[in-house]
């Protein structure tokens, strides 16, 4: 046993130190994902009252979208890296939406001939994760869907739901 775990014991406070730690991140990840989910489906829900035929999309702001909203001098509380935000997805704009609001922070103009949707890695909190970059020659955002953040399904079901065609921006 002495030769297995050292003669000091010190692997067993290792092994003990790494299971408490993993033990902690499973016990915030518990914690946080329902509150994060409660926030989308508030926002969700704002939207759908003052839009009853919006489309929306939730998800999380990337690092970019503070600074956004920044350069379009809007309302930045709430609006930082890994932030529940949603878009509502109407027939020529799209509304962003933030915590706590009772009406869209900015709004982007489908109709604009510099209009664009890109699909790319964004970054989000010390890693990259696959979203959404849109652009209208004067506003942007960047979301981050958050159904499986970071995955192909969420990215194509926001897609379908902005009415872009999700051949156009992801390869196979």
């Known amino acids: 046993m002495a030769r297995t775990f050292g003669a000091d014991g010190r692997a067993i406070e290792v092994l003990i130190t790494?299971?408490?730690?993993?033990?902690?991140?499973?016990?915030?990840?518990?914690?946080?994902?329902?509150?994060?989910?409660?926030?989308?489906?508030?926002?969700?829900?704002?939207?759908?009252?003052?839009?009853?035929?919006?489309?929306?999309?939730?998800?999380?702001a990337s690092k970019g979208t503070?600074?956004?909203?920044?350069?379009?001098?809007?309302?930045?509380?709430?609006?930082?890296?890994?932030?529940?935000i949603a878009l509502g997805v109407r027939p020529g704009?799209?509304?962003?939406?933030?915590?706590g609001d009772s009406e869209p922070r900015w709004v982007l103009d489908r109709r604009a001939r510099a209009f664009q949707v890109r699909v790319e890695r964004l970054p989000h909190a010390d890693r990259t994760l696959l979203g959404i970059r849109i652009a209208d020659g004067h506003a942007s955002v960047e979301l981050i869907p958050a159904d499986r953040a970071g995955r192909i399904a969420a990215v194509e079901a926001a897609l379908d739901a902005l009415g872009v065609d999700r051949n156009d921006h992801i390869r196979r």
């Not at 991140?25 to 009252?49: C, E, F, H, S």
């Not at 600074?67 to 529940?84: K, T």
């Open 18 to 60: 790494v299971a408490v730690s993993w033990a902690l991140i499973a016990v915030g990840i518990a914690l946080v994902t329902p509150m994060m989910t409660r926030r989308r489906r508030v926002l969700a829900g704002r939207i759908r009252a003052a839009h009853p035929d919006a489309s929306v999309v939730t998800g999380f």
């Open 93 to 99: 704009l799209i509304e962003v939406w933030g915590m």
């Open 66 to 84: 503070r600074d956004h909203a920044r350069a379009l001098g809007v309302n930045l509380v709430g609006l930082n890296n890994g932030a529940a």
